[in-house]
């Protein structure tokens, strides 16, 4: 009589932390910048410390637990993008036996993008204390990013040897860029004017190592020291600002001047048309703005008419 074997499931090669620790190397070596390399940690180490014994056989329940709490559609669509690229290369080392992220989409974004108007991006521009290093930085900083739409950790990069004053531009480099694609930004006068002065207070024994937008004793400038101070100036104005309300700000001002959507793309260093229609919100008012200036009709047929009451 023939024996019946009976087939185990074969135990996984790897622990979730250390699949998760190969993943990393393996995004590493694809060439993704550590910004990006963490932000695949951070968010699949929060999968696995709010699930830490689904690994390997209830990974597909406790990712539809994860992805259906209450979050935001932004914070939906991050987790789904870092959780889709893990566990399609988990199925493909063989860790796990099916991708649990097959059927989930990302979710609609409608949020509104914050910025501010022209007149109180005059107003803001006056209050750094442009006597003092740290007050000449700030406004340069607002002046640069207001006038380019870098991002905050971009600028923050940026050496002497990235700007070309004379030919007035800027290289963000794909080392420091979000997309690791470089691109060469636009100056206008003002910001030029605004930087040479920013260099020309740098202290003589400062290499040009040292960042640009630096702090006033010459150590790399922080996200969190450039939020908090940009807080303080919100409050005296009376409206919230943040660093990427000025990123916004750029990008809706720039269209509403009538600045070329693919243009824009390009300035901000977008993958994709798709992000920059995330970044600028037109109000109806725009629209109708627009609509009124670049209707056929309204400049073949409509001069001279007025609208009636019915």
Same mark, same amino acid.
């Given at each position: ?13 790897r ?12 995004k ?28 390997p ?7 539809y637990?994860?992805m ?9 669509n ?6 889709r ?10 860790y796990?036996?099916r991708d ?5 989409k990302?979710r609609k974004d409608?949020? *509104?993008m /914050?910025c ?8 803001l521009?006056?209050?750094?204390? =442009?006597? $003092? @290093? !740290?007050?000449?930085?700030?406004y ?20 002497m ?6 030919s ?5 480099t ?10 060469t930004?636009p100056?206008?006068?003002?910001t ?11 202290h ?6 040292v ?5 006033a ?11 908090? *101070?940009? /807080? ?9 600002v943040?660093?990427y309300?000025? =990123?916004? $700000? @750029? !990008?809706?001002?720039?269209?509403r ?10 300035l901000?260093?977008?993958?994709t ?10 109000n109806q ?10 209707s056929?009709?309204?400049?073949i047929a ?9």
């Amino acid at each position: 009589m023939a024996k019946v074997m009976k087939l185990h499931k074969a135990a996984p090669k790897r622990s979730w932390s250390g699949a998760l620790q190969e993943y990393l190397l393996f995004k590493k070596a694809q060439g993704l910048r550590d910004i990006t390399v963490k932000g695949h940690r951070n968010v699949m180490e929060l999968f696995f410390k709010r699930h830490p014994s689904c690994w390997p056989d209830e990974v597909k329940e406790a990712v539809y637990r994860f992805m259906g709490e209450d979050i935001k559609p932004g914070t939906f669509n991050i987790r789904f993008s870092y959780m889709r690229q893990f566990f399609g290369w988990a199925v493909g080392e063989g860790y796990i036996e099916r991708d649990p992220m097959v059927g989930l989409k990302k979710r609609k974004d409608h949020g *509104r993008m /914050e910025c501010l108007d022209e007149d109180e991006v005059r107003r803001l521009l006056l209050l750094p204390d =442009r006597t $003092t @290093f !740290a007050g000449l930085r700030d406004y340069a900083l607002l002046c640069f990013v207001l006038d380019t739409g870098a991002r905050p950790k971009e600028a923050f990069s940026l050496r002497m040897a990235d700007f070309n004053l004379r030919s007035t531009e800027v290289m963000i480099t794909s080392e420091v860029s979000k997309t690791g694609v470089s691109r060469t930004l636009p100056l206008s006068p003002v910001t030029v004017r605004t930087v040479k002065m920013l260099i020309g207070v740098r202290h003589e024994m400062w290499s040009d190592e040292v960042p640009v937008f630096c702090s006033a004793e010459g150590t790399p400038f922080r996200n969190d020291t450039w939020r908090d *101070r940009l /807080e303080k100036y919100g409050d005296e104005l009376g409206v919230k600002v943040y660093p990427y309300i000025l =990123r916004h $700000t @750029f !990008a809706t001002l720039f269209l509403r001047a009538g600045g070329n959507a693919l243009a824009l793309q390009r300035l901000m260093g977008h993958s994709t048309l798709e992000m920059t229609r995330r970044y600028v919100h037109l109000n109806q008012e725009d629209i109708k703005d627009q609509h009124m200036a670049a209707s056929p009709m309204q400049r073949i047929a409509g001069k001279g008419t007025r609208v009636r009451g019915l």
